[in-house]
């Protein structure tokens, strides 16, 4: 029983079995845990121990294994195993797992590890590759248990047996016709209940919810949460059916698709975590931040189109960066709204008619209540009434066009079938800047005029 | 067969036989749906076709559409319900979503529904009400399989069978001793592959994870994703079986958690969708926004501190938006990377460290890159090379301490124990904003005291 025991007692017990060539402890040892903490152990495993630990695994063990660690300590295990047993373990890996690790190395391991696999599961493996990139066929697996119609309750019973051991998932068994079309989805739970004479066709549930093979993984997970599924079928073009989606892959595209999100929002850049480089990370940010720059400069000429009246009223300077932030913060709280709004909801016509309606009412509410506010402030602060009116003014005008642009640009976006996070909030707070400052110095200057 | 009828004909379906008074089509036809689908046809029946469509349902119906229903549709219908069938429904119904249900309720209706309750049901219901929110009580349900340790597998089989109609998920059984105290975990595999006349004992896996009653919802969802589970198991401070989890409730936590993070980098105000009213959305952004505002006008003041040097040089003013935008949106990069990062990696103090570092060198290196760029601009576009000079110079400094104060922030609050997202992105440019503008004048200032 290791119920008790810490991850730390565990770790010495294993480096004890190794240096004492205990094999069969440490297997066994091991099958008390969750692949999950076995990663961890072989992470924290010190590099002495570790070619001697891969050595003492079983197949079974090693694929696990393989499937918990991340890609670069895939191929490092990869290159310390002979050729036979990368074969022998690549048989017993998950289909989906196997083609996302293969898709990590260079051509030449490509063909190399290909070929060390079997025909039958090559194939497979090269299908799920071909798939594009964040499609459900990419995140399919072909370990699942189907059944002809023609099959009794019995049959399924006995079927299951000898299938339960390689099965991702029994908790639905997915009925197929003769053209191996998916017809019907039965759960284990109506098994049980059923007479073992029953006839599947009449246990099972007819209105099947599926995903096409090219159904973008974000829609699946959209489907599995929707539904509260534990897995979903996947089928081709003529409904045949290819494989099944489970849950816990979904749970991880979940959270892939909020980063890439957050990611897109904030403009921070593609895949940077705390082990990315600093090179690397500088890299992937400045391209944003080189636009951003440039944008910045197309809003200092237009501040110097206005020299003359900011030569006039210094004082105008003083409220710059409020009024531009205020218009960039206002801009990016909407497009949060719309941008997260969207994941959980489709939009039709009147919808987005809706949305804009209530963005305006937002925009006009906070619009008159900074307004106002800061008329006031500007008032007593500088005692100018003049000037206190020109940054009211301004301020209430360009919170509403911020919040506006900051519903309207992601919402024409998603129109035109693009990410609407892209437009991250550096981007909607540049061009709100740029607007901002336009407003500012136009009603300004205008005033100005006026008054001489 | 209802396979291929769309959504639409459905509904037609439905109001015909609405129409009709066909109560036993309606039902058949409801019953071959998913729970999911029936909400939403719910939402898009025409109102005066509601009430009769809500008398026509099975309780088993009434209790499923329920838990698809938003809030505010729920009351809606429990209103429509006579006292009897509101009853008759809540027994039905999970208890995780029967205590949301409640919650959300007044408190003299919260009586008057709990009172309906049976009373071991209501126990259960005000216990879990009783948890704090966000927390693993909250999210569990009681409707699952628990093995006493001294059952065969022939015993558990028979169990089952009986239980499995209510139970949520029946692919991992828990055994419990005396005492009540989760001691083992059963995979419904395990139990196929099982001989009838094993012990439970000597099948069961002993090395069970589970979570507190008052873990965070947050772990929670990190332990299913981990270990890949369907569902984990809850206990109470002295390790008695308190309920289970599912994996479908750690979807929604995932979302939940994704959303609140997004809301709070973007200070986009709590809970707002696409439904929430003009006003109320206004509301909840305000606080933000006026907060923003007085830091606004506090880098205003900064600014009219340095009104004699910015009479002198004119074109300083230019440069202002940008130098305070590139400040802030490096700084929003660095917080979204630690934010996320923080969700899938605890950290220790070698970690920190290393980050500190890391995002230190990508400062120096887009500090760099951007410093030099602009300072060719500047001087190309003003024809002035002291002024290129000092804005080169300035975003320099202020690249690297947004960088920085992108990365500091989030962490001193994580360390204690405050949510590092609550730095949201408009607070940490507004921050950059004071930093970049202090550095930049005062740049400017000595330089053009050290020139004249």
């Not at 495993?45 to 090693?62: A, G, N, S, W």
């Not at 800061?374 to 911020?402: D, H, K, P």
Request: aromatic content about 8%; glycine content about 6%; charged content about 25%.
């Amino acid at each position: 029983m290791v119920r008790d025991i810490t991850q730390d007692q565990i770790l010495i017990n294993i480096i004890r079995y190794l240096k004492d060539g205990k094999k069969k402890d440490l297997q066994d040892l091991l099958d008390e845990l969750h692949p999950y903490d076995v990663g961890v152990i072989f992470e924290s495993l010190p590099e002495k121990h570790r070619t001697r630990f891969l050595t003492y695994l079983t197949h079974q063990q090693l694929a696990n294994l393989l499937q918990e660690v991340g890609a670069e300590t895939q191929l490092v295990i990869l290159k310390k195993l002979s050729k036979e047993k990368v074969a022998k373990v690549m048989d017993i890996m998950d289909n989906d797992d196997l083609a996302n690790l293969i898709l990590e190395l260079s051509k030449a391991e490509k063909e190399e590890f290909l070929s060390a696999l079997n025909d039958e599961e090559a194939v497979v493996v090269q299908n799920i590759m071909n798939y594009p990139e964040e499609t459900a066929g990419r995140l399919m697996t072909n370990r699942f248990v189907w059944i002809p119609v023609h099959y009794t309750v019995r049959d399924v019973v006995a079927k299951l047996r000898s299938y339960a051991e390689i099965a991702e998932t029994i908790n639905y068994l997915y009925v197929i016709d003769e053209q191996k079309r998916l017809i019907g989805v039965l759960s284990y739970r109506d098994l049980i209940l059923a007479h073992k004479d029953e006839k599947v066709e009449d246990v099972m549930f007819n209105r099947v919810i599926s995903v096409h093979v090219l159904t973008d993984q974000e829609n699946v997970a959209q489907v599995i949460e929707r539904y509260d599924f534990l897995a979903v079928p996947v089928v081709e073009d003529d409904h045949v059916l290819a494989g099944i989606i489970t849950v816990d892959d979904v749970i991880d595209v979940v959270i892939q698709e909020a980063n890439e999100d957050i990611e897109k929002l904030s403009a921070s850049g593609k895949d940077i975590d705390f082990d990315t480089k600093a090179f690397v990370a500088a890299y992937r940010r400045l391209p944003w931040l080189i636009l951003l720059l440039f944008i910045g400069i197309l809003s200092g000429s237009i501040i110097s189109q206005f020299e003359e009246t900011l030569d006039k009223v210094v004082a105008l300077a003083f409220f710059m960066p409020m009024i531009a932030g205020m218009t960039g913060n206002t801009g990016t709280q909407s497009l949060a709204v719309v941008v997260r709004g969207l994941i959980t909801r489709d939009l039709d016509k009147k919808a987005v008619t809706k949305l804009i309606l209530r963005e305006l009412g937002v925009g006009l509410i906070i619009g008159i209540t900074c307004g106002v506010l800061i008329s006031l402030i500007a008032f007593f602060w500088q005692g100018n009434l003049e000037l206190g009116f020109v940054v009211g003014i301004s301020l209430f005008c360009t919170l509403i066009i911020g919040t506006i642009a900051g519903t309207v640009i992601p919402l024409i976006l998603y129109r035109f079938n693009v990410d609407p996070a892209v437009a991250s909030g550096p981007l909607i707070t540049t061009i709100n800047d740029i607007f901002s400052l336009l407003i500012y110095f136009s009603v300004a200057t205008a005033f100005l005029t006026a008054l001489m």
